[in-house]
């Protein structure tokens, strides 16, 4: 019973980590580049819409996927675009987009399928089974079977750190977002940087659109990332800038969200479950605080570049 | 008929401007190869425009440039890069929290299997230090290395990239005098290796010490191109500022009396939260002018903001006229009679987009007769202002013109004569002279030296060896957030305070000595 309960909880922390840790790695690349993306919840949604209206036309879930990527890196051209090229405030673009697509999904809703609150049911893509690893007892019953952005979350962190710290493109992302003058008198093209890590971003926070409408459930509900692109700013802050923190700090966070799932399930109540809904907003003051440890963001993040 | 390729670099009427300025006006330039050519002229002049256009970060507006005898364009730097030329800006443009190693490649890094080849990299950079004498830890961050080594990382950096022709802008402003010394047989050793350079500054010494030859600009305009063993110290410095002189500072003996200010075991952290004063001791008496020496970096901003009450005192204690005012805030402070040059004029001393008489009022804007009854009173301010332009000769067209549009110098006169009207008992000036011309230099100096002869204490925190040399009574040297000695003025020469700065201490009276007399 307890075992059973607690694999259930690994499990589900697993599954309700993947959107966060795939949009806090796009957090991630957007940051370490110098421009701040707090667009990435309304990249989220709007890509999760897009993933389900792709696998409501097609029937092909996969497709869904594609239009969520490519949608997400298309609006997060228009954030690059606002912020690196207007110098725009980025945190105003990025409210703006937030604001846009609440509205823009909800409108689509209803132009689309003349419902309010959700779409119709629609293939979502079908999990992985991963061989061997299932057969093993308790390690395969939380890993060896899940939704497929599970295991691309997973790979995409090894990616990413390889991306970031192992490559020549890795530098010179880091070099634009802590000091985009020297990066610029060696003749790294900063704008160029930039928009490639800001659309970057727009593709991973699509992945993440896509895990939850297509992946998680098998439909488009009004809002339904409720806020899972701020938690993955969190867990990027918290994972200081990196991918394996951000990896772990989403891991933590969708802990404490199964936690509180199957706290509701078995009908306990000993914490309130609104204090494990908010434990990844505490968690992130005290790391901002420096409580644990420092957590300094790139020196450049959030400010344009002037050229001279 | 300039195709003479006996020059590395030839700039031919040159003329770049800003809006509201010609910071280049028609300059003709030319480095002949393997020589180390100086480009000397005051803050402002137009130096580092010039270079910038030959670098390819600005584009000059009129004129041409040829690379060894070929006429080139150069739309940015990656082009120069390409010509073999490299440049070490005024202002390091370094990445802090990379290696001394990866700050070296970045931007052409060596790859094998699409990563950086880490191997390679480190290999090269040692090579490549160890041929031309550059000494550098290359797996160290950058932000943790001394400032002598940053500089070296930056000329490895455009070697690395296979400059012939080497930039170094103002590179001696940021080192101890040991430290020049190292950089001129560095410098040497380039030419040897047959590098041609370019060398900004615009300290008359150094030219005599390390050019072959001298072009001076002043105000955008070139002057002359000269060889410096046809010519001396006095007539390059007429040729820099236009007229005489006076290179020495016209003091009497102090009369110090008795003890102003007293800074006894001060303790704070800096901004990343790391220890910057560690026990830092001094006084400063009436009628004296006391200097703090030594390399940026050591706790000197840390300690005028400590003093000033803008920054948390950790332990120790502050006390002026005997009284202790550690806790005091900032207000309190000023209105116990300190006065505050601060170190960044354009950031704490003065609100840019504020006029000159709104700035001059700073800080007693709400005591009467400029304020009444919670009301500004204009007149009374202006015609303050309009005095105060006239005793410090402000150059400006009225009191009403934003401080932002005056010069470096002008802005910093609105300041001492901001400060100077609220009579302080103390008067603490940090880089007073920083980056402004000659001209204000000699007025600064001499109103700081006023102030002595009318009995105030004078504390000037200064990076300029010179500066500190020739104006103060006593000198006290600051390393790593300490005093390490006190010396007077007669005992202390240009060498004696370097190595101190450095950091070599001679282990004699480590704190208990803090008056030094
Ligand atoms: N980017 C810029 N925009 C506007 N004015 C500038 C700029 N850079 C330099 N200037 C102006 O050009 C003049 C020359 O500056 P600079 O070349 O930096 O002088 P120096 O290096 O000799 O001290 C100054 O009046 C300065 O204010
Ligand atoms: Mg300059």
């Known amino acids: ?308 | 008929m300039h195709e003479d390729a006996n020059f590395a670099v030839e700039m031919i009427n040159i003329t770049k401007r800003f809006p509201g300025v010609t910071a280049n006006d028609k300059i003709n330039f030319q480095l002949k190869k393997g020589e180390i050519h100086a480009l000397l002229g005051e803050n402002g002049a137009g130096k580092s425009t010039l270079m910038k256009c030959l670098y390819g970060l600005y584009q000059h507006d009129e004129g041409q440039i040829f690379i060894n005898g070929k006429k080139v364009e150069i739309s940015s730097p990656n082009i120069a890069i390409k010509y073999g030329i490299g440049m070490v800006h005024q202002h390091f443009m370094l990445v802090p929290p990379f290696t001394v190693a990866e700050n070296i490649v970045l931007g052409s890094e060596p790859t094998k299997n699409f990563m950086i080849d880490r191997k390679k990299t480190v290999e090269e950079v040692n090579s490549l230090s160890k041929q031309y004498g550059l000494n550098v830890d290359s797996q160290s961050a950058v932000q943790d290395i001394s400032v002598g080594m940053q500089q070296r990382v930056e000329i490895l950096k455009a070697l690395y990239r296979g400059a012939n022709i080497l930039i170094l802008d103002e590179p001696t402003a940021v080192l101890t005098p040991q430290e020049v010394d190292e950089l001129i047989d560095i410098m040497k050793s380039l030419t040897d290796e047959g590098k041609s350079i370019i060398f900004i500054t615009h300290k008359l010494k150094e030219v005599k010490a390390i050019a072959d030859r001298v072009t001076v600009i002043r105000n955008g305009k070139l002057i002359d191109t000269v060889y410096t063993k046809d010519t001396t110290t006095n007539e390059l410095a007429k040729m820099m500022v236009g007229r005489e002189v006076i290179l020495e500072v016209d003091k009497d003996k102090a009369e110090p009396g008795e003890v102003i200010l007293e800074a006894a075991d001060l303790y704070a952290k800096n901004n990343r939260g790391l220890t910057a004063l560690n026990g830092c001791s001094f006084n400063v008496h009436k009628g004296e002018i006391l200097g703090i020496a030594g390399v940026e970096g050591n706790g000197q901003s840390e300690l005028t903001e400590v003093l000033t009450g803008l920054r948390k005192l950790e332990k120790g204690a502050v006390k002026l006229k005997g009284k202790n005012i550690s806790s005091f805030s900032t207000r309190d402070i000023i209105e116990n009679g300190v006065g505050h040059i601060p170190e960044d004029r354009q950031k704490r001393g003065l609100v840019l987009e504020f006029t000159i008489f709104e700035n001059l009022i700073l800080g007693n804007h709400y005591k009467f007769p400029y304020a009444k009854n919670g009301k500004m009173n204009y007149n009374k301010i202006k015609a303050s202002a309009r005095k105060l332009i006239k005793d410090f000769d402000i150059r400006t067209p009225s009191e009403n013109v934003m401080a932002k549009s005056l010069s470096g110098g002008n802005q910093q006169k609105v300041i001492l004569a901001r400060e100077f009207a609220r009579d302080p008992d103390l008067l603490l000036a940090a880089q007073p002279t920083r980056g402004v011309d000659v001209g204000a230099i000699e007025f600064i100096h001499s109103k700081l030296i006023e102030q002595r002869d009318a009995g105030k204490a004078v504390l000037l925190i200064s990076l300029e060896l010179d500066e500190i040399l020739s104006l103060c009574d006593r000198i006290a040297v600051i390393y790593e957030g300490e005093i390490v000695d006190i010396l007077e003025q007669e005992e202390a020469t240009e060498e004696k305070l370097g190595l101190m700065m450095a950091g070599a201490e001679n282990d004699k009276a480590k704190g208990d000595d803090t008056d030094g007399r």
């Open chain 1, 1 to 308: 019973m307890l075992i059973n309960n607690i694999i259930s909880l690994l499990n589900t922390s697993l599954r309700m980590a993947a959107p966060l840790i795939l949009a806090a790695l796009g957090g991630v690349f957007s940051e370490r580049s110098g421009v701040i993306n707090i667009a990435l919840e309304g990249i989220m949604l709007i890509s999760a819409f897009m993933a389900m209206v792709g696998s409501y036309l097609t029937g092909n879930p996969w497709i869904g996927v594609l239009a969520a990527v490519f949608f997400g890196g298309l609006v997060a051209a228009v954030h690059a675009f606002v912020s690196i090229h207007l110098k725009a405030n980025q945190v105003v673009s990025g409210t703006a987009i937030n604001i846009f697509a609440a509205g823009v999904t909800s409108f689509m809703l209803r132009v689309m399928f003349e419902s309010a609150g959700q779409s119709p049911s629609v293939t979502k893509v079908k999990d992985w089974t991963l061989p061997i690893i299932n057969d093993i007892p308790i390690l395969g019953d939380i890993l060896g079977k899940h939704t497929p952005f599970v295991y691309i979350s997973l790979i995409l962190v090894v990616f990413s750190y390889w991306l970031l710290f192992k490559t020549p493109f890795g530098l010179r992302v880091r070099s634009v977002g802590e000091h985009p003058a020297a990066a610029d008198s060696v003749g790294i093209n900063v704008y160029k940087i930039r928009y490639i890590a800001v659309i970057m971003s727009g593709l991973f926070a699509g992945l993440a659109g896509a895990s939850l409408s297509i992946g998680l459930l098998d439909l488009f509900v009004e809002n339904m990332t409720s806020g899972r692109g701020f938690i993955a700013l969190a867990a990027m802050i918290f994972g200081k800038w990196t991918p394996q923190g951000a990896l772990l700090a989403a891991l933590l966070f969708g802990f404490a969200d199964a936690l509180q799932m199957l706290a509701q399930t078995m009908g306990l109540s000993f914490i309130p479950r609104q204090f494990l809904l908010m434990a990844p907003y505490i968690l992130t003051i005290l790391a901002l605080a420096g409580v644990i440890g420092s957590a300094n963001p790139p020196a450049a993040d959030g400010e344009s570049y002037e050229k001279e």
